[in-house]
T-cell receptor, first 112, second 115 residues
């Protein structure tokens, strides 16, 4: 079974731009969670989607948004990028909301 | 609110020696506890979990962890460290008291095993 895939793996943007990251969960998994990883803060929870509905949301500004499609694939969007948004963005999928999470390799976003 | 603390940013151990990576947690209800490992330029890999039952949990690659409710701890252990165990380790907790709460991670502990 293929694991969680994330595209792109690396991304360089400038301040003020917007970016969309994509996550394809393991086949059959209906829940997708997103995390931001930075050296100082560790993993911070962004949001979770289950069956196209946002189930939980972390403490991030409204510039961070996401959605999930009927095939469980998920996208995360960050608008008006700031330097502090530079991070590794990790996606995790699970069979159900609250289930064991399996992580993708992440997308490394650099904001210049 | 649930929280996780990993008190050590870095743990150094000699190859062949036992290793311990510490984790303490705070929840309102009963915890689901997890350990994940991250190798460079990779996502997190699941090592082991505690949901209920036996307090000693065995996981992948010879790792184990002991759930201690009175000390609210879930330390990761391995009897004999390998150089290949060098990585970033994350402890995580989910509070089962109120519905589907998100998984909360500690800030990670970098393990360095020296040959």
């Amino acid at each position: 079974k293929a694991g969680v895939t994330q595209t792109p793996r690396y991304l360089i943007k400038t301040r003020g731009q917007q970016v969309t990251l994509s996550c394809s969960p393991i086949s059959g998994h209906r829940s997708v969670s997103w995390y931001q990883q930075t050296p100082g803060q560790g993993l911070q929870f962004l949001f979770e989607y289950f069956s196209e509905t946002q189930r939980n949301k972390g403490n991030f500004p409204g510039r961070f948004s996401g959605r999930q499609f009927s095939n469980s694939r998920s996208e995360m969007n960050v608008s008006t990028l700031e330097l502090g948004d530079s991070a590794l963005y990790l996606c995790a999928s699970s069979l159900d909301s609250g289930g064991l999470q399996f992580f993708g390799p992440g997308t490394r976003l650099t904001v210049l | 609110a649930q929280s996780v603390a990993q008190p050590e940013d870095q743990v150094n151990v000699a190859e062949g020696n036992p290793l311990t990576v510490k984790c303490t947690y705070s929840v309102s209800g009963n915890p689901y506890l997890f350990w994940y490992v991250q190798y460079p330029n990779r996502g997190l890999q699941f090592l082991l979990k505690y949901i209920t039952g036996d307090n000693l949990v065995k996981g992948s690659y010879g790792f184990e962890a002991e759930f201690n409710k009175s000390q609210t701890s879930f330390h990761l252990k391995k009897p004999s460290a390998l150089v290949s165990d060098s990585a970033l380790y994350f402890c995580a907790v989910r509070d089962t008291l109120s519905g589907n709460t998100p998984l909360v991670f500690g800030k990670g502990t970098r393990l360095s095993v020296i040959a």
